[in-house]
């Protein structure tokens, strides 16, 4: 055997080695900053957005404390974009534009997660008028936060990348209005449009610290479908005199379950759930309306076109089915808050999901598709125009948490309940971590 090969291999391996120590170290001293900067200052803002959450449209004190933190930390900082909106902009030299968001609004939740800092913030409900207490029972907490701490880090090390930091404080994703509302206040116009856009969501499903990426579709599309049902009102007794909007509407509900049953293909998911059948107010009357409240979902625009025509399709035909006159069929009203699927970039994925396994570790990067159909206006930012983007998750239950309920205890709360709790030490740590790395991949400084 020639004594070449054998010296070559000898080489390569010392160059690994060199670079996994060099990865390592450089980890390590990431890490370890991010932790200085949690103990002394991120910390208490977390506790200080927990304790004070607020509701989407009116998320204004939040907006304020999130300006000054960007701005403290070297940022150009606007505010008022899209309502409340915040943008945040450092230039850095030569190099791409990516952006950075964090959702800042809590929910209509009573807190009875039993933490010592659980919120007992309430305010007037901008829908109902009605005053509600208020929690950050999604963890939009831990999203701000970590924006914070990434921004400190990224001001300070402007050594290790060049190009443009846009990082985004959004408003209203509870109720999927605050990222369209940025962006018809001209997001890119005034900002410039990112060559990247990032976002992660703290996962309760997920232990503490934990990276998960997929290549796929973590958020699905969500349509908000309301079909209206005219009817011939007449007395229960004589039915013959009348149209009964009521079978005509059960009928409507039984035939939309077939949209997803007989249309899509069986490995193709999708959602067609009614959540509201309202009609009638006595029991000897037959109404002249009812009214369908739907919740439709899809991972791809095609799916979303094939599940929205087949409704319009049957709600429309079987009013014709029923007899009902071409100017009295049912009615399919696609409400505008309605949004995309998220749809990650799988190169990108798959960049990302390499740097961080090398630098931070391949043990807490996971790539599990998501089992339910939740939603995320975050596509607001990604599409028309295009724009190549990553959402991610980090974990945020302690691991403890899981084994007592794998042994009988309690089960870990979801989001949206008022027991939700996250451990903020590590998901905001992780946080900060994941999106640092995520930006130098990005913006190297070469």
């Known amino acids: ?188 116009e005034r900002f410039g449009k990112p060559d990247y856009a990032l976002a992660f969501h703290v996962a309760s499903e997920y232990e503490a610290g934990m990276i998960n990426v997929s290549d796929g579709s973590p958020y699905a599309g969500a349509d908000t479908v309301d079909i209206i049902i005219y009817g011939v009102g007449a007395h229960g007794a004589s039915p013959h005199a009348g149209k009964d909007p009521i079978v005509l509407g059960a009928q409507i509900v039984l035939a939309l379950q077939t949209l997803v049953a007989r249309e899509l293909s069986p490995r193709a998911p999708g959602v067609v759930t009614v959540g509201s059948f309202h009609s009638g107010t006595k029991h000897n009357i037959i109404s002249d309306r009812a009214h369908l409240q739907l919740t439709v979902r899809n991972t791809n625009l095609e799916t979303r076109k094939i599940l929205l025509e087949g409704i319009e399709r049957i709600a429309e035909n079987m009013g014709r089915v029923a007899g009902l006159p071409e100017d009295r069929l049912p009615e399919v009203i696609v409400s505008e808050e309605s949004v995309p699927p998220t749809v990650n970039d799988p190169e990108l994925a798959r960049r990302l999901r390499s740097a961080w396994q090398t630098q931070i570790g391949e043990e807490v990067v996971i790539s599990k598709e998501t089992s339910g159909m939740g939603a995320e206006d975050f596509p607001y930012f990604t599409v028309d125009p295009e724009i190549t983007s990553v959402y991610w998750s980090i974990g945020g239950t302690a691991k403890e948490d899981f084994e007592w309920a794998a042994a009988g205890g309690p089960p870990v709360p979801s989001h949206h309940s008022p027991l939700f709790k996250i451990t903020p030490e590590p998901s905001v740590t992780r946080g900060v971590q994941s999106t640092v790395v995520a930006l130098k991949e990005l913006m190297p400084a070469d």
């Open 1 to 188: 055997m020639s004594i070449v090969p054998r010296v070559r291999r000898a080489t390569v391996t010392i160059c690994c080695i060199g670079l996994f120590s060099t990865n390592s170290v450089q980890a390590q001293s990431l890490a370890d900053s991010i932790q200085v900067d949690y103990d002394n200052h991120l910390a208490v803002l977390f506790d200080h957005f927990h304790r004070n959450p607020e509701l989407s449209l009116i998320e204004f004190e939040t907006a304020a404390r999130m300006a000054a933190e960007l701005r403290a930390a070297g940022f150009e900082v606007t505010e008022g974009v899209g309502g409340t909106g915040v943008v945040a902009m450092l230039e850095n030299g030569e190099g791409p534009l990516v952006m950075m968001r964090a959702d800042m609004d809590g929910l209509p939740v009573e807190e009875k997660s039993g933490l010592e800092n659980a919120s007992k913030a309430t305010q007037q409900d901008p829908i109902t008028g009605d005053v509600v207490p208020v929690m950050h029972a999604c963890g939009h907490d831990v999203h701000i936060t970590s924006l914070v701490g990434t921004a400190r880090h990224m001001a300070a090390n402007r050594q290790d990348w060049a190009g443009t930091i846009m990082l985004i404080v959004q408003p209203a994703e509870e109720r999927v209005l605050g990222a369209r509302a940025m962006r018809e206040d001209d997001l890119w």
